[in-house]
């Protein structure tokens, strides 16, 4: 009589090692797919962000009014368009064409302030005739910024990072003067420098 022989303990924690192998193997694959997918789509988000922000960003001055406000306090009137180093915001300019796609029957001109807060980057808007008391729409645009700058070209090709700028003799004029080009760079901590050339409208 011939005797079947079966599998001996050995060979089957050999078996057993073997399968444990080939599925740490395949876990890991899995995982590294997976966390590859997730970066993936978080870079594709976070470009679409930055794309969104700096679209934003050449419309607002695309659209830029000369239109000077008053302050809060209406004790004084700003520039259309104001870049000043000394101020805490990057720069604030009177933004037009608000509600007029829409057909809302209100005022079509908003003041736009950009902010560098850390390194976030914010966006602060409010109607030109809202109420006193109203507070702007403020807005998260980019988050690790390292650095903002700007440089206005009043069409004279001399590149100057103030504005008004200083020497204009005519009050009236400087406060409703709007530059003819302005080089925006913004720099990101994951992505690098951002540069745009925006023409404004005149």
């Known amino acids: 009589m011939r005797r079947h022989r079966g599998f001996t303990l050995i060979e089957i924690l050999v078996a057993l090692v073997i399968l444990a192998i080939l599925s740490a193997l395949a876990y890991g694959a899995i995982g590294s797919l997976r966390r590859a997918f997730e970066a993936s789509r978080a870079e594709e988000q976070r470009i679409k962000a930055v794309e969104l ?6 419309n607002d001055w ?10 809060a306090l209406g ?5 259309a368009v104001a870049v000043d180093a000394r101020d805490a915001a990057w720069f ?11 057909g809302l029957n209100r005022g079509s001109q908003e003041r736009v302030s950009y902010r560098l807060e850390g390194h976030q980057l914010f966006r602060e808007a409010w109607l030109l005739n809202a109420a006193q008391n109203a507070t702007p729409e403020r807005r998260l645009m980019l988050d690790n910024v390292q650095s903002v700058e700007l440089k206005l070209d009043a069409g004279n090709g001399v590149w100057v990072k103030e504005w008004p700028a200083a020497n204009q003799p005519n009050p009236w004029i400087t406060g409703r003067a709007r530059p ?3 080089e925006v760079t913004v720099v990101l901590a994951d992505l690098g420098s951002i ?8």
């Open 75 to 79: 004790e004084r009137s700003l520039p």
């Open 180 to 182: 003819a080009l302005v």
């Open 62 to 71: 695309f659209n830029a009014d000369p239109e000077s406000v008053r302050d």
């Open 53 to 58: 922000a700096m679209h934003t960003l050449q």
């Open 195 to 202: 540069h745009r050339l925006i023409e404004v409208a005149h």
């Open 92 to 102: 604030s300019l009177t933004h037009g064409g608000v509600g007029q796609s829409l």
